[in-house]
């Protein structure tokens, strides 16, 4: 197994760039803090020209946007935002107040009392506004968008300091992500569960990078949250404009887009302590540098991260083995082609390391374990993309080309099964080496929703490769190999997808889509062992329509009513796997071939808004089929297999909301209630009759509270509290008692101190010392041979210092 012994140098060079820009950034602030905000907004209809008002000067919105009568004129260029809304709203009979200095809220002149729109001096209102999504390939609003959908803003990951898509699962109703450890995790949604392994089976969620897909069939690469427009959250299939991959939806990280004539510049510094840990560390820097104004800008961010470990082992003399280091770097150039067209560059690079996994043995308590080899593991991430856009009159184009090499390594201790590959009896490891290489194109044109029917199309096109590297071997001097493969899967697809949306009335609207697909796989496995070894070749194709159909009512303002039903797919591979002499297709034992699964989902759902925009709330029912379950899976030897272990299925309801209380004071909630379930059992596969999808509890809640308070010289303090109840659930389909986890309450704290640009934040996890398991898994060839449990990290104190330019 590769190991580093220093951060890279790549990473390091990255780091200075990001502080020199930095400074040049603050020294050319002066000339820039007074600039408006630059639109690029064609005529349309004013609630449309709204959102995208809304979008490009990163606002949230809310109010009546439906009240608004007329067309909006063109708007090009840079200007304020009281100008901008002024000539959105000129004789449209609305009228707006800013609820606070981020958020527009948008109110219907009384009849009597017609007059220009005005600016309403705060506080005008206590509604809370919403922040507009584009993950359904057009902006909405969350509440206009007839799908189940959750956005998290990036004033919020700022302000309450969440840094991972792990920290969203209080944030976000039905979000899991396992506690395997940093670059290791798994994303599921909505109880939608293959499992809590990850291997050779496509991903159940798809992760997305702005516009651009960044996992295959890797776990997440834990890409830090820095700099971050919003995070988009798509629940159910969403096969029709994501393709397979997505049976449980669609998770999509915004980026920062750079303001082409701006010079901004962000500092981050923080500490933190763990108890029975250790200090850890954070740094976070941006700069966003005009190089031609109004044409040409480069936003660059750099970061680096370090956690304590918490984890002791006796048996080597080691205490808190399991610390971890990351390190990236993301700089996107923006270029302003014409007043309608936009090219964008993107590059992404992170580096993740784990010095140890983060499990202990319940014989031996919590933190504590007692193997005799370390368990390291390494996560390299690159990406770049280039996407150009462009929209008018005639409507929105957007065509992407990205490039991903996502490399991650791992090491487990195999002591306990060197008997059965034929090794001396003493310390063994089992190095895996995993690498995905993905090239995707895609272009997509939607047409105007001003007319009766819009809708949009597009194009996918992927090619890449996936890579595998495991080796068993002995620990001395010399040690003997055990096992040996090497594996390739070549995977290219293609795919045509449309949908098309008709306005039967203002009120009344019907959706139907459709994407069709080719998928061609070829898998090439050499297996080695000292008895022989065993060769493979194989591929296939697959070819088929992802259809999907939803209907929407507005049955008044503020309250809109939907029903869909969505499909999800996902193709078939090979097994290859294990030790020589494994058999394949009889009983018992692995198919050679597994087959594609496929999830329909059938939801009907509501969104309100009320009280002036005090209260919005969403809540869905669903009920969804799941046909030849894809899981990984692993055999008693420790290696891994991917079966079709039968149908399965969820039903349940979902909820989230937030109540602005008072001018002080916020609230906010969410939960899931769910029966996930096997409802027909391959006979082949050793799942009880009457076992549930694993990895997924069956109820999940969050409460949230905000207490923001106004003090002197432009002055804020703010306090945050969060609770997550996540209840029990099982590693495995067989629901064995001794791989049960979860039932467990989650606490964090934010008190915040503001003064502008300083803001000064202080962060407590885990308040209580809570040490119940959060996941049942560490290492494969111990699932069946000890009692693994994970505790969430102890009680930890974050300090962080952060500035603006």
Not at 96 to 117: C, G
Not at 516 to 527: L, N, P
Not at 547 to 568: F, H, T
């Amino acid at each position: 197994m590769r190991r580093r012994s220093s951060i890279p140098r790549r990473c390091d060079r990255a780091w200075l760039l990001v502080l020199i820009a930095s400074l040049t950034a603050s020294a050319a602030h002066a000339q820039s803090s007074r600039l408006g905000v630059r639109l690029r907004i064609p005529s349309k209809p004013v609630h449309a020209a709204l959102i995208d008002f809304a979008l490009q000067a990163d606002m949230s919105l809310g109010g009546d946007l439906d009240a608004c009568l007329g067309a909006a004129p063109a708007l090009y260029g840079r200007m304020t935002l009281q100008a901008a809304l002024d000539r959105i709203l000129a004789g449209s009979g609305c009228r707006y107040v800013m609820a606070d200095a981020r958020t527009v809220l948008i109110r219907k002149i009384a009849p009597a009392k017609p007059r220009p729109p005005i600016a309403a001096p705060p506080p005008a209102s206590l509604g809370l506004g919403e922040v507009v999504v584009t993950a359904q390939r057009y902006p909405n609003l969350p509440g206009r968008t007839p799908y189940a959908i959750s956005v998290v803003s990036g004033s919020t990951l700022a302000r309450e300091t969440l840094t991972s898509l792990s920290d969203l699962t209080g944030q976000v109703a039905g979000l899991t992500v396992t506690n395997l450890g940093p670059g290791r995790d798994k994303v599921l949604l909505r109880g939608l569960s293959d499992g809590a392994f990850t291997g050779q089976a496509q991903s159940m969620v798809a992760l997305y990078l702005d516009d651009v897909p960044i996992t295959y069939s890797a776990p997440d690469p834990d890409l830090r949250l820095a700099d971050i427009e919003r995070v988009e959250v798509m629940r159910g299939p969403q096969g029709t404009l994501y393709g397979g991959g997505t049976l449980g939806g669609v998770l999509r990280i915004a980026t920062r887009k750079p303001d082409l004539d701006r010079y901004e510049a962000n500092l981050l510094a923080g500490l933190s302590y763990t108890w029975d840990g250790g200090v850890g560390s954070e740094l976070e820097a941006m700069a966003n540098i005009p190089l031609a104004p109004g044409r040409v800008a480069l936003r660059v961010v750099g970061y680096g991260d370090t956690q304590s470990g918490y984890i002791d082992n006796p048996n080597l003399g080691l205490k808190d083995v399991n610390g971890s280091r990351r390190v990236g770097s993301r700089a996107e150039l923006r270029a302003s082609l014409s007043p309608h067209w936009t090219a964008t560059l993107g590059l992404t690079t992170q580096s993740i390391n784990n010095d140890d996994t983060q499990y202990g043995f319940r014989r031996m308590g919590p933190y504590r374990r007692d193997n005799p080899v370390r368990e390291p593991h390494d996560n390299d991430f690159h990406h770049v993309s280039l996407t150009l856009a462009g929209d008018g009159d005639w409507g929105r184009v957007s065509g992407s080309v990205s490039r991903l090499s996502h490399q991650f390594d791992s090491r487990y201790d195999a002591t306990s099964v060197t008997s059965l590959y034929g090794l001396s009896r003493g310390p063994a490891a089992f190095d895996e080496e995993r690498a995905i290489d993905l090239t995707v194109a895609e272009v997509t044109y939607a047409s105007p929703v001003d007319r009766r029917l819009h809708g949009l199309i597009g194009a996918f096109g992927s090619t890449g490769a996936a890579r595998l590297h495991s080796l068993m071997h002995e620990l001395q001097p010399n040690g003997q190999t055990g096992y040996a493969e090497q594996r390739r899967d070549k995977i290219n697809e293609t795919a045509i997808y449309g949908e098309a949306t008709y306005d039967a009335t203002s009120r009344l609207s019907a959706t139907v889509g459709l994407r069709w697909f080719d998928f061609r796989f070829d898998t090439d496995s050499v297996v080695a062992q000292s008895s022989g070894q065993r060769v493979f070749n194989g591929g296939d194709n697959a070819t088929g329509l992802s259809p999907k159909a939803l209907v929407s009512y507005q049955a008044r303002p503020g309250l809109l009513l939907y029903a869909q039903a969505a499909e999800g797919y996902r193709p078939g591979g090979y097994n290859t796997a294990g030790r020589i002499g494994q058999t394949f297709d009889l009983h018992g034992s692995p198919a050679r071939h597994y087959q594609a699964d496929e999830l329909w989902n059938y939801e009907i759902g509501a969104k309100v808004r009320g009280w002036r925009d005090r209260l919005q709330g969403r809540i869905a029912l669903f009920y969804a089929t799941w046909e030849q379950v894809q899981s990984d899976q692993y055999l008693a030897d420790g290696t891994a297999y991917t079966a079709n272990i039968g149908n399965g299925g969820n039903r349940g309801v979902e909820l989230e909301g937030a109540f602005r209380l008072n001018d002080q004071i916020d609230l906010s909630a969410a939960a899931l209630l769910n029966d996930p379930e096997i409802t027909r059992q391959n006979l082949d596969f050793s799942a009880r009759h009457d076992a549930s999808l694993p990895g997924v509890p069956r109820v999940s809640a969050s409460l949230g509270i905000d207490y923001h308070r106004s003090l002197d010289g432009n002055r804020t303090l703010r306090l945050q509290g969060q609770a997550a109840y996540v209840g029990s659930s099982y590693l495995t389909f067989d629901a064995n008692n001794m791989h049960e986890m979860g039932e467990y309450l989650g606490l964090r704290g934010v008190a915040t101190f503001e003064a502008q640009p300083w803001t000064l934040a202080a962060t407590l996890d885990n308040p209580l010392g809570a040490r119940s398991n959060s996941f049942s898994y560490g290492n494969p060839f111990l699932i069946t041979r000890d009692q693994i449990i994970t505790p969430p990290r102890p009680r930890t104190l974050s300090v962080r210092l952060s500035s603006k330019f």
